[in-house]
């Protein structure tokens, strides 16, 4: 099944400092790739997320590169504000009913 | 506006109650999830259905039952036999049950036994 392996947190980081959070992932198949964010007491939504290899997701000043020789999928951000302080999951999706798999989720925190 | 609502947003439980986690949604998708988040966790399956009257178990189904009776409305009943209920509890639907599609969520219940 299914694996991902993300970067333990929380992370801490002054407002505008350059972000990156880690993420490597074993699947089966040609799976999508998948970041959501939860912020305080809410739900999971969608981050951004890339469907094939050298696909490039990107959603409010975050990206992230699907890459396949590798097994990644890193979350960057080149400026991050306090309000990006949240948890942020990595999740390989997969084919053929595989489960879908989260990881450990992320903490972020940005002090201004 | 299209989306998925959980109640409520907290949840008391005595000992030996069962308590029902409400999730609907009008997004007119097919599948529906339920996943439990534990303090500093990942989120773990507990059941998902792919289509009304039929669902299947998660990772960690004991102590959990469901109903999926219409196509809007996947609730989740937390039983007697769930020793240790406290937790976050995440509803989400999806287009269809692929893991290529993106899961929506709703808010969460959170359950806190008394």
């Known amino acids: 099944g299914n694996s991902v392996t993300q970067m333990e947190g929380p992370v801490t980081l002054s407002e505008e400092a350059f972000l990156t959070i880690n993420c490597t992932y074993t699947a089966t198949g040609y799976p999508s790739l998948f970041w959501y964010v939860q912020y305080p007491g809410e739900g999971l939504q969608l981050l951004l997320k890339?469907?094939?290899?050298?696909d490039k997701g990107s959603n409010k000043g975050f990206e992230a590169t699907y890459r396949k020789e590798t097994t990644s999928f890193h979350l960057e951000k080149g400026s991050v504000q306090v309000s990006d302080s949240a948890v942020y999951f990595c999740a390989p999706g997969g084919e053929y009913g595989n489960k879908l798999v989260f990881g450990a989720g992320t903490i972020l925190r940005v002090k201004s | 506006d299209g989306g998925i609502t959980q109640s409520p947003k907290y949840l008391f439980r005595k000992e030996g109650q069962n308590v029902t986690l409400s999730c609907e949604q009008n997004?007119?998708?097919?599948?529906m999830y339920w996943y439990r988040q534990d303090p500093g966790q990942g989120l773990r399956l507990i059941y998902y259905s792919q289509i009304v009257n039929d669902f299947q178990k998660g990772d960690i189904a004991e102590g959990y039952s469901v109903s999926r009776e219409k196509k809007e409305s996947f609730p989740l009943t937390v039983t007697s036999a769930q020793k240790n209920p406290t937790a976050f509890y995440l509803c989400?639907?999806?287009?269809?049950?692929?893991?290529?599609?993106?899961?929506?969520f709703g808010p969460g219940t959170r359950l806190l036994v008394l």
């Open positions: 997004l007119n998708h097919d599948a």
């Open positions: 989400a639907s999806s287009r269809r049950k692929s893991l290529q599609e993106t899961q929506y």
């Open positions: 890339a469907t094939k290899a050298d």
